[in-house]
């Protein structure tokens, strides 16, 4: 064994005796609110259970394996459909409350008392459908999340999923500590260690894990103004060349420095023409009222967003396919205190409830979509009577394009990461000429 095997054992140990004493402590009581560390935890409980179900994926029949388990909020809740759930928790006290909670309302419930970093904490490769982890990585150092994340993929049956959800950046319960070793991590650290992880099968296979959505935790949007929440959900795929729009945009198109170039040139949370003022001069339009429910389609890194919620009072979802775009809205949201949520999403596959929004708001986003009739369909049906729907975009003339015009559409937009000072130039020589324009479409339902 060497000297840095030796050190990461020690500092290991050191983490685990630290977090099982903290939680120790806190679960004397055994109650939803010393789980969730909050005074106000059954009313939020009420609201976030459903919420999060509500993102996994179909478990019904399925072998799900719920990772810190607690003293069972989900665990019923998981059981109801579920062929088989295996409830898993390191402190014996927890893991006891759950099982007699839950234990004899339903039989397909296997209890174990067991930490998730043990080597000894065995689960069959290809064998669990959906793992579940509520507020659990947070409690684990950087390398125990990487180890385990990588045990997880092997535990999991191709096309298997995983969901997790951890408070980062911040505490959020206000439930006084005497100590606190939680890790409040940025949220791009997990998509990071998700995204960089690969498994093998015995015939050479590579698996990887593709995220099916990352988003904030409503109740906690809604009730604390605290987008700090974060939730995932991954899927276990095969892997191959073509890795989708969805990793053109963060790879190419919206790498984090080119990003951070929008930014500089449209104005701090902006990454669309004509920053704030022109996000000022578009919103005004709207005669948004306080209360009033607005879905944000490609909502870059939430500048529009913030000023709709904090100058009119308005609840804000903002959604966009850049998983990059979305971790730093979310970032930015820190201290703002406003009804803002983000997630990323494919507005192309999202589904909302009929009549859901006030206001459905769009900027310079909708060029990449193909199926655009499909897209306006699904905004009627999800504006409420007399909603209405904003969005700018690029547009180009009658007629067919120069060549380098139409090498440019092929590329679905700008490519920064590319293109230095001419790549300005060309554009206004574009404009100039008539070929590029930018429109502006307002409507009501």
């Known amino acids: 064994m060497d000297t840095i095997t030796v050190v990461e054992n020690v500092f290991g140990e050191v983490e685990r005796k630290v977090q099982k004493s903290y939680w120790e402590e806190h679960s004397k009581d055994l109650t939803v609110e010393s789980m969730m560390l909050d005074s106000r935890a059954k009313d939020l409980d009420k609201e976030e259970r459903p919420e999060v179900l509500a993102i996994l994926p179909s478990y019904a029949g399925k072998t799900v394996l719920e990772l810190g388990a607690g003293i069972g909020r989900f665990t019923g809740e998981l059981a109801k459909e579920a062929g088989h759930v295996i409830a898993l928790d390191f402190i014996d006290s927890v893991i006891k ?35 579940f982890s509520n507020w659990l990585l947070m409690y684990l150092n950087d390398e125990e999340v990487e180890k385990l994340i990588g045990r997880i993929v092997k535990w999991l049956k191709p096309g298997g999923h995983i969901f997790i959800r951890e408070s980062c950046f911040h505490q959020s319960g206000d439930s006084k500590r005497k100590v606190n070793p939680t890790h409040y991590r940025e949220p791009r650290f997990y998509t ?16 990887e894990l593709s995220l099916v959505t990352s988003k904030c935790i409503g109740a906690y949007v809604k009730s604390k103004k605290n987008q ?124 909302y409830a009929e009549n859901t929004f006030d206001v459905i708001y769009s900027r310079d986003t909708i060029l990449h979509i193909q199926d655009k009739p499909a897209l306006f369909r699904n905004f009627f049906k999800w504006l409420k009577p007399g909603g209405k729907v904003l969005i700018s975009d690029y547009c180009r003339s009658p007629g067919t394009p120069s060549e380098e015009f139409a090498a440019y559409i092929k590329q679905r937009g700008y490519d920064l990461h590319d293109v230095k000072t001419n790549g300005w130039s060309a554009k206004l020589k574009r404009s100039s000429a008539g070929e590029q324009k930018w429109g502006l479409f307002i409507a009501t339902k």
């Open 97 to 131: 409350k759950n099982e007699e909670i839950n234990g004899d309302i339903y039989k397909n419930i296997t209890f174990m008392c067991a930490d998730v970093t043990s080597p000894e904490l065995k689960i069959e490769d290809n064998s669990i459908d959906i793992v």
């Open 192 to 207: 990071k260690v998700f995204k960089e992880c690969h498994s093998y099968d015995q015939d050479g296979n590579s698996f």
């Open 228 to 351: 700090n929440q974060i939730c995932w959900l991954w899927e276990k795929v095969k892997c191959t060349e073509d890795k989708g729009f969805q990793r053109f945009l963060d790879n190419v198109q919206y790498k984090s420095t080119g990003i951070l170039r929008y930014e500089r040139v449209f104005g701090e949370g902006y990454v669309s023409t004509g920053g704030f003022e022109t996000t000022k001069e578009f919103v005004d339009k709207l005669d948004l009222k306080a209360g009033q429910k607005v879905l944000d389609v490609g909502c870059g890194i939430g500048g529009g967003d913030f000023y709709m919620a904090e100058t009119y009072d308005v609840h804000v979802l903002g959604i966009d396919l850049s998983i990059n775009m979305v971790s730093f809205a979310i970032e930015r949201a820190i201290g703002r205190s406003c009804s803002v949520e983000f997630e990323v999403a494919d507005c192309t596959t999202k589904e």
